[in-house]
């Protein structure tokens, strides 16, 4: 290079650009560039506009040598020249001209601007939005092994958009990108593999994919790895490590860990309880458009966390995520409806937004929508329909459709059938059905009388801290039935169920207390 040697000079600064075998030093980088490219070296002039593009962000003059390059053939350097005009870095905003320049890059084979194209047709930047053409250009860069394009080739087979849907071949070019090293097609590939898509579900595999991306700094894999980690799988469940791998996430921007960030605040899991965190990350989800993250901002907003209660507003944000596809602002925005939260009671309206839910298989609406059958709410009572959704809510795993259709058995005087569903909805976690089997047992109604049974049950409710589940333990400490009896433990949760809504809780406590005093 000293000698003159052009080449030697081009490839010196390359070494110097990028830290092999020597400090890496921009600046002198630029100076063997700068030679070579005065001697006519086309890929230096494009050095010389990288630098100042991604290093220095001196747009001006990058797009001077990107210009200078792309004049004398470097396509590179025309692609480049695109990322300016359609960001308007350095240049007016041109997203025609823009395209204009993928376009001639991409037509003349450059793999990186046939990316491009297919981005543009895809999301319909400069362009009529068209899959078909998408897909073309997507394919037409992964065969020359652009891994950015073979990631985008997979997801096109993966979502069916331009071509035939198949999970056989997204997962084909996904790891085509992964081992070629897009971070992106790593988190796709751990995607696949954790919910057995075309391969056996393996989430030892999804783990190791979900790393290689989170560990290139790609927000969905940073994600991901939060996910399992929340949910334990592959791992030991681990709330404050899902924090630290949300936590990332959410800063890089993910939507959906600045969603799930809010969650663990709002339940204190991993980090500490903070309702006005909770609310900042929704909000944060939300302004990217979330729908769920809109629906949490109305749940905020509904119970007063973190934020003053506020129903109207409540309403409105899960308007906007129910009119976004979100079937839990819909079932949501039945409720207000249903108990005139906010609003002029209204079972039509709650009906129509239960039934938006149902439809889209919410275990939680279609409950609902058989209760509002059930005892005729808005509509005529229609047993036929009540079983209907409850059972499609149980499909769901729906606990407390398990205990309404127990009651509708009940009230046809079925006891055993009614019973077996009390107990599975019991089993299923349904506090409300935990505390009346209770009290079955508690009366030998049906069943033998057995107040150990009974306290079973009631404790299950109340470890749910279910109002009624509380006062029915605390009768049973007061009366020692079942349990040793113990005053203090009755008062105790007679309080408990009094925090929880039980206005008579209070009462029954103060009583225990006089009774107390009395007694003294």
């Known amino acids: ?103 001639r890059a991409a037509e003349l084979g450059n793999s990186i601007a046939q990316n491009n194209m297919g981005i543009t047709y895809e999301y319909g930047t400069g362009v009529v939005k068209d899959y078909d053409e998408a897909f073309k250009w997507y394919l037409m860069g992964a065969v020359q092994g652009e891994k950015g394009a073979m990631n ?77 980690y929340y949910n334990g799988r592959a791992v030991a469940q681990d709330y404050k490590e899902a924090a630290v791998w949300y936590r990332r996430a959410a800063y890089n921007g993910n939507k959906h860990a600045q969603n799930n960030l809010g969650r663990l605040y709002e339940q204190g899991l991993g980090v500490d309880k903070d309702y006005k965190q909770a609310l900042e990350w929704f909000h944060k989800a939300a302004a990217q458009s979330y729908p769920p993250a809109w629906n949490n901002v109305g749940r905020m907003y509904y119970d007063g966390k973190g934020v003053t209660q506020d129903y109207e507003e409540a309403r409105k944000y899960y308007l906007k995520a129910a009119g976004a596809g979100d079937v839990a602002a819909a079932s949501n925005l039945g409720w207000i409806y249903e108990f005139g939260m906010g609003v002029d009671k209204d079972y039509s309206e709650a009906f129509k937004w239960y039934m938006y839910g149902a439809e889209r298989d919410d275990g939680y609406s279609q409950n609902r929508i058989g209760l509002m059958y059930h005892y005729g709410k808005g509509i005529l009572p229609n047993n036929e329909k009540a079983v209907f959704w409850y059972s499609k809510a149980i499909e769901r795993n729906n606990a407390d459709a398990m205990y309404n259709l127990g009651v509708l058995h009940h009230e046809k005087r079925d006891f055993p059938t009614a019973l077996d569903w009390y107990i599975k909805a019991a089993e299923a976690g349904s506090s409300t059905a935990q505390n009346y089997l209770g009290g079955i047992y508690e009366h030998g109604k049906g069943v033998w009388q057995d107040d150990f049974t009974a306290v079973k049950y009631y404790k299950m409710s109340a470890d749910k801290m279910n109002a009624k589940g509380l006062a029915s333990l605390a009768w049973m400490y007061f009366n020692g039935k079942g349990v040793e009896q113990d005053y203090q433990e009755a008062i105790r949760l007679y309080r408990l169920s009094g925090d929880k809504g039980d206005e008579e809780g209070y009462t029954r406590a103060l009583e225990i207390e006089r009774f107390l005093l009395l007694g003294e």
């Not at 198949?166 to 590939?189: C, L, P, R, V």
């Not at 919910?195 to 894999?221: F, H, M, Q, T, W």
């Open 1 to 103: 290079a000293e000698s003159g040697d052009i080449e030697s000079c081009y490839c010196l600064g390359d070494m110097i650009e990028c830290g092999r075998v020597v400090r890496q030093d921009l600046q002198e980088a630029l100076k063997w560039y700068e030679f070579a490219a005065t001697h006519g070296h086309t890929d230096a002039l494009h050095a010389m506009g990288r630098i100042n593009h991604f290093y220095f962000h001196n747009y001006i003059k990058a797009l001077e040598y990107y210009s200078r390059a792309a004049d004398a053939g470097q396509l590179i350097s025309m692609n480049n020249m695109g990322l300016l005009y359609e960001n308007g870095l350095g240049v007016e905003k041109d997203v025609e001209r823009a395209v204009s320049l993928y376009r």
């Open 152 to 228: 985008n080739t997979g997801r096109m087979y993966y979502n069916g958009n331009g071509v035939e849907q198949s999970y056989e071949k997204a997962f084909e070019w996904y790891i085509k990108a992964a081992d070629a090293g897009n971070g992106y097609a790593m988190n796709n590939s751990g995607y696949m593999y954790e919910n057995g898509e075309y391969v056996a579900r393996d989430d030892e595999k999804a783990l190791e994919y979900y790393k290689r991306s989170a560990a290139l700094g790609i927000p969905p894999g940073q994600n991901n790895m939060g996910r399992m």
